[in-house]
């Protein structure tokens, strides 16, 4: 099935980490979006990421992206 819009709702990615404890875990959630070929639209608001997810630069007919409200340094 193809994807073309996806929200992870406020503070899902935080909640997971919670629970299990391990930023490995975390990471290799969200390495998983790369299997969203077609994704054009992507809300990773208001999860508190301290890094920009390098797996967002694999998406190629990504043409937006919200990552407002997080901890993200320049």
Do not use: H, M
Not at 7 to 33: M, N, P
Not at 46 to 70: H, K, M
């Amino acid at each position: 099935k193809e994807y073309f819009e996806l929200c992870i709702q406020a503070e899902t990615i935080v909640e997971i980490y919670r629970s299990t404890k391990s930023f490995l875990f975390l990471s290799g959630w969200l390495d998983d979006l790369v299997r969203f070929q077609y994704l054009i639209s992507l809300n990773l608001a208001d999860n508190d990421l301290g890094i920009f997810p390098p797996v967002i630069c694999q998406l190629p007919r990504l043409i937006e992206l919200n990552l407002a409200s997080n901890n993200i340094d320049s």
